[in-house]
Structures are given as structure tokens and as C-alpha cells.
């Protein structure tokens, strides 16, 4: 079993048809929505660390 360290979440509103282009975006470069969302916070600047870069389904073995 895969030991997650403390996280907190952060929601955001936004329209279907992005939600959509973010989930098809993620499924075309085989990354979790997760995954994708904190690559594109990172190339903003913010400080991401390379273990939360790292895609939790295929690191359990689903």
C-alpha cells in the first residue's frame, strides 16, 4: 500500500465544456486530471514537487 502524505483539497468552478477539454487533455497524455492540472501550475511558477507528480493509479498497480 502507497502511503499518501496530508493533503488538503482545492475546488474550482468552472463550465462543462472545460471540464471536458481538461479530462480529454489528461486522457490523451495518459495523466490523471490531477496529474495535468499540477504540470500546468508548475510551468506557472508554482513550486511543485516531483512526488506529487507522480500518478497514484499506476503506482498502487491498478
Known amino acids: 500500500m502507497v502511503r499518501v ?3 488538503e483539497s482545492v475546488q474550482i468552478k468552472v463550465s462543462p ?3 471536458k477539454a481538461i479530462r480529454r487533455t489528461a ?3 495518459d ?3 490531477r496529474t ?3 504540470k500546468a501550475l508548475r510551468q506557472r511558477g ?3 514537487p516531483d512526488g506529487d507528480l507522480v500518478d497514484r493509479r499506476k503506482a ?3
Do not use: C, N, Q, S
Open 5 to 7: 502524505p496530508d493533503e
Open 17 to 19: 465544456e472545460l471540464k
Open 27 to 29: 486522457l490523451e497524455r
Open 31 to 33: 495523466e490523471t486530471v
Open 36 to 38: 495535468f492540472i499540477l
Open 46 to 48: 508554482i513550486a511543485v
Open 60 to 62: 498502487t498497480g491498478r
